[in-house]
Every structure is written in C-alpha cells, then in structure tokens.
C-alpha cells in the first residue's frame, strides 16, 4: 500500500462536498435560482461536468480562476468545481472599478476567467489594464438575455457546465489551498488571503454546531456570494449539511421578505444594516414571516435599540451574532440567542474551533476588561498571503493571527469589539471608540441609521463627526442629534459635527463605509480656525 493511497482514502475537501452530500440526500432541492431547482444529485453533476472541463481548458492544480459575477447558482458550482479540479478560486467585488480588478488579476496570477455577461465590458478592460494576467480561457455567465450573442472573446459558460468528458481526480491535500479572497480592508491595496480546505471545513463545522444550523434548514443567500460570510458561513455549510439553499441576486427588503413567506425560509443571514431595512419597510407586519426561526447578524455590531426591536417584532426568531473576518474564513466567535440581551452590544465567545485572546503592544496577554488588540489560534486561519510574506509574517508573529480589531474580554469571556484600529478617534489625546458613540445616538427614537467617524480638527487634531439617517417621517436636526448625544456621552466622545443624510454609503454586503464619509466630509472642521465645534 503506498502512501498516496492512505491519502486519497482519507481526503476531505471541498470539492468533495457535493458529491458526498449528493450520495446522503440526492433527491432533495440543494440550491433554487431564478427559478430553477437543483438537487444534491444535479448539483454534483454540474459540478463533476466544470471541474473535467476546466481541467480540458488547461487549468492544473494551483491555477487561480477570477470570477465576477452577482449571486447565481453557477457561482455556487464554480465554487465546488474549482475546488474538485484543485484550480483556486478568487472571487471578485463587482462594484469595483477595472483599474481595482486588474490588480487582482496580475497580484492573483489568474490563469482564466469567468464573468457575468454584464460584467464583461469591465472583465475586458481589467484584463487589458493588468500587467501580465496570463488569462488562457474566458467563460461568460449568461444571467442577461439568452439570445443575445456571447461577447466577443468569451465562451458560454454553458460548455463548461454541460462537458463531456473524463472526469478529473486531483489529489488534494487538507492545506492545498483552494481560495484566495481579497480583503475589502483598511489598505491601500487589498491582500490575497488564501483559504484550504482544512480552512474551510474546520469553519463548517464550528457554524453547524454553535449556530445549530441543520439539514432542514431553508436558507435564504441575499449578501453577495463574492464576500466569505454568505460564501462560506452559511452556503458552504448548507452544502456541507444537506439544507436548502435560495440564492437572490441581492437583499431588497420587499424582495426578501416575499421570498421568505413564497418558499418557507427558516434561516437568513443579514448585517445590521439590511435587517434594519427589513424592519422599516412597509410590507414588514404584513408579511408572513412565520416560518423564519433562525437570524444571523455580522460585518458590523448590531445598535442595542435594533436588537431590541427585532425581539419584539419577531419573537419567535433566534438571534446569533457571528464576529470575524476573511482571514478566519471567516467565522472566529459566536454569540447566541440566550446572550442576546444579557450581552448586549458582544461579540460573543470563541466558536468551538477557535481560541481567541486580547494582547498588547508587545503581544502580551492583558486582563479581563483591558482593551487590546484580539488575536486568535484555529484551523480556520489563512494559509497567509499570497505573494506577501512580510505581511503574513506580521499577521501571525507569536504564533496568533493578529485581527487588527480592538476589544477586551469581560470576566465571564465575552469578547466586546471596540473598534477597528483605523476606526478609532483620537480626540484631544483621549481615545474615543466610533461604535459607543453610535450605540448612544441609536438610542434617539427618530434615529434610523447612524456612522461616527474622526475627522481632522485644527485643535483637536481629530475631532468625532456623526452621519445621522432619519427615520421616514421624523422631523429630526443636527442639533436634536447633538443635544442628545451630550447627555449620554461624555463631553469628549460627543460629536463635534453631526450632518443629515438620506442614506449612508454602504458595499454590497451591507457594511457602511467610513472611508466614504471621512473623504466626502474632510472638511467640516475647516471653518473653525480658532480650533471650536459645534460640540465645544
């Protein structure tokens, strides 16, 4: 007996997931898009058929495939059959410009690519942007007009998807890694964080077992499948557990909330900011939204005063708070429906696969309430950088992931996030956190959404500004904001600025971006040369 066939016995990846879940569940609906229905069995067909045929096309194990594309059941396949053939997949943002996408393609190395008919033009001008992309093969994803022609230089993805031929048998190892996922991040440029199967898997089961996810399960996928969390949290761990998946190309509230009472949704995950969209749309109390047993929220805390709400207006749901990030694939700790209120505003505790702690400057452990830097050890973590050694270098010094996220541990072992390093406001020489502020301004009743964030001050050196949403109807001002903000927060933490908006500047998993709101409004403290706001 050789070695490799102890190896090939004992393998466990995520190209083998379809078929081993199509072997336990063939018959049963596995993934239902734009009106088709696919079981277990069909979506291992599918992905049997695009693993040979991306093998056919020249990609070999290692090879990296870009694919941009909205939410379809082909991203699904694409994902499991990349994995099959050992090709890695690298998943791209489609709101991104072709100048940002050609830096993936040329940092990734992509040897093929496949997009979305619609988002071909901008594939086209990334390829011929990058440096030196390599890219051998081109598939379009036909979600516009099916009679319209293929764009020129791209091939039907339907060959891939209906391919006649061998099937492929790649050997894989548990740490071959099989995804690389940029960083949406806080640098300039994003970095290739690669994930293995061992990544992948680990992570699958800590979501099952802490968010007592099930085969019987009818999940609802409205975040973009580029992003981990829908990707992998809840999609991966669906296909690996046997439930059923609806995919929609994005989370419309009245979409979503149709699509939850049509096919008896019990599962949906969500950020903070769409479940407040849910909340506030017309057609909330109407809607039969009985069957939905399960919310998750994640990418940013959920406001207390929201929390709140959606325990009374769906008290038959249980809530979970998932924290982490791509680098933990992304899930690191759980917060779950008993702590809900009791630990308002936590992150939770470690999931079962991940030990987390909080350190200092020099790396070393602090004491239960002390804010420092939260670095975790599981399998979960990345393979580390493609192309980065310094980087993943300092990621993992001490032999801990280093988050890049501020918080403590109380003395029961609940993690409190309080800040992004970059997020936080240093005012004055004190620290001020942007998410106790915005947790205080939540609590005004005719506040919708709120975003604090620093802004430069000719005294202050950085002084706190808040973009405040009102709620439809309320009769809301910046001074109503401020007053009220004052008697919360101390002097110091209260804004400086406050302005109204209509809508806060958010990507498409729902996440607000602060970057946005500190470059439109960098200047609100130039008018106060003698260094006074309006919170002085």
Same mark, same amino acid.
């Given at each position: 007996?050789?070695?490799?066939?102890?190896?090939?016995? #004992?393998?466990? +990846?995520?190209?083998?997931?379809? #078929? *081993?879940?199509?072997?336990?569940?063939?018959?049963?609906?596995?993934?239902?898009?734009?009106?088709?229905? @696919?079981?277990?069995?069909?979506?291992?067909?599918?992905?049997? #058929?695009?693993?040979?045929?991306?093998?056919?096309?020249?990609?070999?194990?290692?090879?990296?495939?870009?694919?941009?594309?909205?939410?379809?059941?082909?991203?699904?396949?694409?994902?499991?059959?990349?994995?099959?053939?050992?090709?890695?997949?690298?998943?791209?943002?489609?709101?991104?410009?072709?100048?940002? /996408?050609?830096? /993936?393609?040329?940092?990734?190395?992509?040897?093929?690519?496949?997009?979305?008919?619609? @988002?071909?033009?901008?594939?086209?001008?990334?390829?011929?942007?990058?440096?030196?992309?390599?890219?051998? $093969?081109?598939?379009?994803?036909?979600?516009?007009?099916?009679?319209?022609?293929?764009?020129?230089?791209?091939?039907?993805?339907?060959? %891939?998807?209906?391919?006649?031929?061998?099937?492929?048998?790649?050997?894989?190892?548990?740490?071959?890694?099989?995804?690389?996922?940029? $960083?949406?991040? +806080?640098?300039?440029?994003?970095?290739?964080?690669?994930?293995?199967? *061992?990544?992948?898997?680990?992570?699958?089961?800590?979501?099952?077992?802490?968010?007592?996810?099930?085969?019987?399960?009818?999940? &609802?996928?409205?975040?973009?499948?580029?992003?981990?969390?829908?990707?992998?949290?809840?999609?991966?761990?669906?296909?690996?557990?046997?439930?059923?998946?609806?995919?929609?190309?994005?989370?419309?509230?009245? +979409?979503?909330?149709?699509?939850?009472?049509?096919?008896?949704?019990?599962?949906?995950?969500?950020?903070?900011?769409? %479940?407040?969209?849910?909340?506030?749309?017309?057609?909330?109390?109407?809607?039969?939204?009985?069957?939905?047993?399960?919310?998750?929220?994640?990418?940013?805390?959920?406001?207390?005063?929201?929390?709140?709400?959606?325990?009374?207006?769906?008290?038959?749901?249980?809530? %979970?708070?998932?924290?982490?990030?791509?680098?933990?694939?992304?899930?690191?700790?759980?917060?779950?429906?008993?702590?809900?209120?009791?630990?308002?505003?936590?992150?939770?505790?470690?999931?079962?696969?991940?030990? +987390?702690?909080?350190?200092?400057?020099?790396?070393?452990?602090?004491?239960?309430?002390?804010? =420092?830097?939260?670095?975790?050890?599981?399998?979960?973590?990345?393979?580390?950088?493609?192309?980065?050694?310094?980087?993943?270098?300092?990621?993992?010094?001490?032999?801990?992931?280093?988050?890049?996220?501020?918080?403590?541990?109380?003395?029961?072992?609940?993690?409190?996030?309080?800040?992004?390093?970059?997020?936080? /406001?240093?005012?004055?020489?004190?620290?001020?956190?942007? *998410?106790?502020?915005?947790?205080? /301004?939540?609590?005004?009743?005719?506040?919708?959404?709120?975003?604090?964030?620093?802004?430069?001050?000719?005294?202050?050196?950085?002084?706190?500004?808040?973009?405040?949403?009102?709620?439809?109807?309320?009769?809301?001002?910046?001074?109503?904001?401020?007053?009220?903000?004052?008697?919360? @927060?101390?002097?110091?933490?209260?804004?400086?600025?406050?302005?109204?908006?209509?809508? &806060?500047?958010?990507?498409?998993? =729902?996440?607000?971006?602060?970057?946005?709101?500190?470059?439109?409004?960098?200047?609100?403290?130039?008018?106060?040369?003698?260094?006074?706001?309006? =919170?002085?």
């Amino acid at each position: 007996m050789s070695d490799n066939d102890v190896s090939s016995a #004992r393998q466990h +990846t995520l190209g083998d997931l379809p #078929r *081993r879940t199509a072997q336990r569940v063939p018959d049963k609906v596995a993934i239902v898009d734009r009106g088709t229905r @696919l079981t277990f069995a069909e979506l291992d067909a599918y992905v049997e #058929r695009t693993a040979a045929a991306m093998a056919a096309a020249g990609l070999a194990k290692g090879d990296r495939l870009a694919l941009l594309s909205h939410n379809c059941r082909e991203f699904a396949v694409l994902d499991f059959a990349a994995a099959r053939a050992g090709v890695v997949l690298v998943p791209i943002n489609f709101m991104l410009g072709a100048d940002e /996408i050609a830096f /993936i393609l040329d940092h990734s190395g992509a040897a093929g690519f496949v997009a979305e008919d619609a @988002l071909v033009p901008v594939a086209d001008a990334a390829i011929a942007a990058a440096g030196d992309p390599q890219v051998r $093969t081109r598939q379009a994803i036909r979600l516009g007009d099916p009679a319209a022609p293929v764009p020129d230089g791209w091939s039907d993805l339907t060959t %891939w998807l209906e391919h006649d031929g061998p099937a492929v048998v790649v050997p894989m190892a548990d740490d071959d890694p099989v995804r690389m996922m940029f $960083t949406s991040g +806080t640098e300039s440029r994003p970095k290739g964080a690669l994930l293995s199967s *061992r990544s992948l898997m680990w992570q699958y089961v800590s979501c099952a077992l802490d968010g007592s996810m099930s085969p019987d399960d009818v999940e &609802l996928h409205t975040l973009p499948l580029y992003h981990c969390a829908q990707l992998d949290c809840f999609l991966g761990t669906d296909v690996y557990l046997g439930a059923t998946s609806i995919i929609l190309p994005g989370p419309d509230p009245a +979409t979503v909330l149709r699509t939850i009472a049509e096919h008896g949704v019990t599962k949906f995950f969500a950020p903070p900011t769409v %479940w407040i969209g849910l909340l506030r749309h017309p057609d909330f109390d109407t809607t039969d939204l009985s069957s939905l047993r399960k919310g998750y929220y994640g990418a940013s805390p959920m406001p207390v005063e929201v929390l709140r709400e959606l325990r009374e207006r769906l008290p038959d749901v249980a809530l %979970w708070n998932f924290y982490g990030q791509t680098e933990m694939a992304p899930l690191a700790t759980i917060l779950g429906p008993d702590e809900q209120l009791p630990f308002a505003g936590s992150a939770g505790r470690p999931s079962l696969n991940v030990e +987390t702690r909080i350190v200092d400057d020099n790396d070393e452990p602090v004491p239960a309430g002390t804010v =420092g830097e939260i670095v975790h050890r599981s399998p979960h973590a990345t393979l580390g950088y493609y192309r980065d050694e310094a980087k993943t270098a300092e990621a993992f010094r001490g032999g801990w992931f280093h988050s890049g996220d501020l918080g403590y541990l109380d003395d029961t072992g609940h993690l409190f996030v309080v800040d992004r390093k970059k997020d936080m /406001i240093k005012t004055g020489g004190e620290n001020v956190a942007s *998410r106790e502020v915005e947790e205080a /301004i939540y609590t005004h009743p005719d506040v919708a959404e709120v975003a604090v964030f620093g802004v430069s001050h000719p005294r202050w050196v950085e002084a706190v500004a808040a973009v405040v949403v009102p709620k439809e109807g309320a009769h809301l001002s910046e001074d109503d904001v401020l007053a009220h903000a004052r008697t919360m @927060l101390a002097g110091y933490k209260a804004p400086k600025y406050v302005v109204l908006a209509d809508a &806060l500047p958010k990507n498409p998993s =729902g996440k607000i971006l602060k970057r946005e709101l500190r470059d439109a409004h960098a200047d609100l403290a130039a008018g106060d040369a003698a260094g006074a706001g309006a =919170g002085d």
